[in-house]
Structures are given as C-alpha cells and as structure tokens.
C-alpha cells in the first residue's frame, strides 16, 4: 500500500470552528489532492498541489485552504466550518498529472453540528 | 464540460454471475479513463486504467474494461463475481490539467 496516513480520522466540530485536516505521505511523490465524498456525488476536488507552495482550487474550494510546506505534507483548512462541509474527506497522491493512478489515504470522517 | 455518468445507483447480482457497470463520459479529446473501487471505510484502490492502444484492458481481481470511442463508454466486466466484490465502484476521467472526474459510484450487492 501506498504511504499516506491521514490525521485525524474522525472529528465532530461545531459550527464557527476552524478545522485543519492533514495528510502525510511517504511516497515524494509530486501532486497531492484534497477531495470530499458525499453520496450521490461521488468524489469532488476541492484543492490540489503540484509541487510545494503550489497549489491551486478545485471545484468545490469556496471555504476551504490549503497548505504545503512541504513534500509530504497537505494540509487542508476549514477556515470556519459549516453543517455544509459534514462530509468524508480523502486525500491522494500521484507521481504524474494524467497518465499515473492517484493512490488514496484512509480518509477522515468530518461532522459539523 | 467533461463529466463521468454511472446510471446505476446500485446493482445485485448473484454470486458467481456476470457482471457488467456502466460508465458514460464526456470528454472533447482521447481520453484518461479508469476504474477505481472502494470497500467499506477504506480508500479508493484502482483496478485499471487505459490511456491508448488495446481497447480491452485488463485490470487486478480478474476485472476488465472495454474503452468504445463510439459510445463514449468505459464499461467494467468481471465474469464471475465473488461476495468479496461487494463494493462501491467508481469511474473517472482524466480532466485535462490536474484534473480527475470521478463518477458517482456504483454499489454493488453481491447475493448468496
């Protein structure tokens, strides 16, 4: 399995909150994605990062931010959470923009109340 | 605008029947196509991809997908289905860009 861990795995918030989701890969591999899962849905992106400091919205961003400090670290932000973003959050990486499969974390389970 | 249509929310099927699932995209140029498939609380897993050449690929747990240009299809097949297949199965395109268009999935139930 691909090295990605996502932290944390589940959280409960309430709304007005800041919350920061992190994933952490192993792999050095170059392009990291943030989507969220919700049924009927399937996956949305909300941020990417091609390289460290670059990243770019997806498009599903309004109300969320992104970091990337460094190669194995994405971290995304909801910079005051809302019912709206109770969702399943997953993270992936891949090595190449098209032609490369994208390998996934575990995801975490976020609920605002 | 691309986008990725699975028409079936979900699907049954008998153990050890056929099993084929739809995927529909939209896409102006030769596209990036795959199939992924996710277990209960887990992540997404691929099971095959195609980018060019043989339009019947070939993928892991006995999987295969035929790529048709002319109905703009991507369809997933497995022979013989076993209850471990039970899953949620996701089609996608590659977007241009950084960009993958994920289907809304398709729950597959698998019967005794």
């Known amino acids: 399995d691909a090295g990605i861990t996502q932290s944390p795995r589940h959280k409960v918030t309430e709304t007005g909150t800041p919350v920061t989701l992190r994933c952490h890969q192993t792999?050095?591999?170059?392009?990291m994605y943030w989507y969220r899962q919700d049924p009927g849905h399937g996956l949305r992106l909300i941020h990417y990062?091609?390289?460290?400091?670059?990243?770019d919205k997806g498009e599903v961003s309004d109300g969320y931010s992104v970091s990337r400090s460094k190669t194995e670290d994405f971290l995304l932000t909801l910079e005051s959470a809302t019912s709206s973003q109770t969702s399943v959050y997953f993270c992936a990486i891949s090595d190449a923009r098209l032609d490369d499969e994208q390998f996934f974390g575990p995801g975490t389970r976020l609920t605002v109340l | 605008a691309q986008s990725v249509t699975q028409p079936d929310i979900h699907i049954t099927v008998s153990e050890g029947a056929s099993l084929e699932l739809r995927c529909n995209y939209s896409?102006?140029?030769?596209?990036?196509l795959f199939w992924y498939v996710q277990s209960p609380g887990q992540g997404l897993q691929l099971l095959l991809k195609y980018f060019s050449g043989d339009t019947l690929v070939q993928g892991i747990k006995g999987f295969e997908a035929e790529f048709k240009r002319s109905q703009s299809s991507f369809n997933l097949r497995k022979p013989s289905v076993h209850w471990s297949d039970a899953a949620e199965y996701f089609c996608?395109?590659?977007?241009?860009?950084?960009?993958?268009?994920f289907g809304a999935g398709t729950r597959l139930f698998v019967k005794a």
């Open positions: 896409y102006g140029a030769t596209p990036y």
């Open positions: 990062s091609y390289g460290v400091k670059d990243t």
């Open positions: 996608a395109v590659g977007a241009g860009g950084f960009k993958t268009i």
């Open positions: 792999e050095n591999h170059r392009y």
